[in-house]
């Protein structure tokens, strides 16, 4: 069984840089990618960042292409995720998932594997 536990937010102020760790046992052949996720009050998951396992592949929502950088460290089990520029709207808790089919996807139900989440507050 796959256990994510993810580090690193906390509170920083606009403009501002943080960079996530989730680390990850458990991992097999199987866990083909990985993802951030993050989510507000009220709302569910949103995707903001994905890794193939494998070949290292990047995708990204749009809100934050050129500001955030998502890469994975194999012999660490390790996915890390640098956040620059931050904003106010960036505001969130964050969240580590792996999913165990290929490739990645936004779509927070096609993951299997959840951290408990860490914090990222942004002051303008």
């Known amino acids: 069984q796959v256990q994510l536990v993810e580090s690193g937010g906390g509170l920083v102020q606009a403009g501002g840089s943080l960079r996530l760790s989730c680390a990850a046992s458990g991992l097999t052949f199987s866990s083909l990618a990985m993802a951030w996720f993050h989510q507000t009050s009220g709302k569910g998951r949103e995707f903001v960042a994905g890794i193939s396992w494998s070949g290292g592949n990047t995708y990204y929502a749009d809100s934050v292409k050129g500001r955030f950088t998502i890469t994975r460290d194999k012999a660490k089990n390790t996915v890390y995720m640098q956040m620059n520029s931050l904003k106010p709207a960036d505001t969130a808790g964050y969240y580590c998932?792996?999913?165990?089919?290929?490739?990645?996807?936004?779509?927070?139900?096609?993951?299997?594997?959840w951290g408990q989440g860490t914090q990222v507050t942004v002051s303008s």
């Open positions: 998932a792996e999913r165990n089919r290929n490739g990645v996807s936004t779509k927070q139900y096609e993951y299997g594997g």
